[in-house]
């Protein structure tokens, strides 16, 4: 139980495009959805918290109209990065938290994170 | 200033032998502390949870401990195997903030045969 997927694993794309993310939580739902960032060699930071049927939280220093987030249903969130560049390449992962009550909904579980790549 | 600490140094050890790893902290009150596997080019997969009024918590050959006293959580591994080669994270949950975690840099493990 408690499995998240993101889509797609690893992307390719020319600076200037726009490329969507998607996190899905399969077999639970999730009223909350984290994303974060990962540099090479460092820890997870977190960019924001997204939270089904209203606005993202964006943590300090993250821009909210370069990084799009859509929380639109239980299971599903997204994230954007618009006119990426090459510094935007990094590993981008999602986590969920069980809505249900009990010791689940104590914890975060991550996707299998997606590389982005912006030439 | 805030500081959650992990040796970022790898570990190495043999296998067979008790693989202990460190997660320091200072300046927080976390309700509680997760420990997280992670594989490279994975996300980090969840292993154990300990709230801030447990001492330890075990799961088949994995133990966590929790000092608040002194602010430090250890997490070990007996019988190891080259298979638990990975990094690993810990995390605070502090009671205010949502459940939203803080994560250490991790610490590398390497299990050699």
């Known amino acids: 139980g408690a499995v998240v997927s993101q889509h797609p694993s690893w992307v390719i794309c020319k600076s200037g495009t726009s490329v969507k993310i998607e996190c899905r939580s399969l077999?639970?739902?999730?009223?909350?959805m984290f994303w974060y960032r990962q540099f090479p060699k460092q820890s997870l930071m977190l960019m924001a918290t997204?939270?089904?049927?209203?606005?993202?939280?964006?943590e300090q220093g993250v821009e909210k109209d370069k990084f799009l987030i859509n929380h639109a249903s239980l299971t599903l969130s997204t994230l954007t990065v618009t006119s990426a560049h090459p510094e935007d390449s990094s590993f981008y992962i999602c986590?969920?938290?069980?809505?249900?009550?009990?010791?689940?909904?104590?914890?975060?579980?991550f996707g299998p994170g997606t590389r982005l790549l912006v030439l | 200033s805030q500081k959650i600490e992990q040796n970022s140094e790898a570990l190495n050890i043999q296998e067979g032998k008790t693989a202990t790893l460190t997660c320091n902290y200072t300046?927080?009150?976390?309700?509680?502390l997760q420990w997280y596997r992670q594989d490279p080019g994975r996300g980090p997969v969840f292993l154990l949870l300990?709230?801030?009024?447990?001492k330890e918590k075990r799961k088949e050959r994995l133990k966590v401990t929790f000092d608040t006293t002194l602010k430090q959580s250890l997490f070990h591994i007996t019988a190891s195997q080259p298979a638990d080669s990975a990094t690993y994270l810990c995390?605070?949950?502090?009671?205010?903030?949502?459940?939203?975690?803080?994560f250490g840099g991790g610490t590398r493990l390497m299990v050699k045969p």
């Open positions: 986590s969920a938290r069980v809505s249900a009550g009990g010791s689940l909904r104590e914890t975060q579980y």
């Open positions: 077999d639970f739902q999730a009223t909350t």
């Open positions: 997204s939270n089904e049927g209203s606005k993202a939280t964006y």
């Open positions: 300046n927080y009150s976390p309700a509680y």
């Open positions: 300990i709230r801030e009024n447990e």
């Open positions: 995390a605070l949950t502090m009671s205010n903030a949502g459940n939203m975690l803080t």
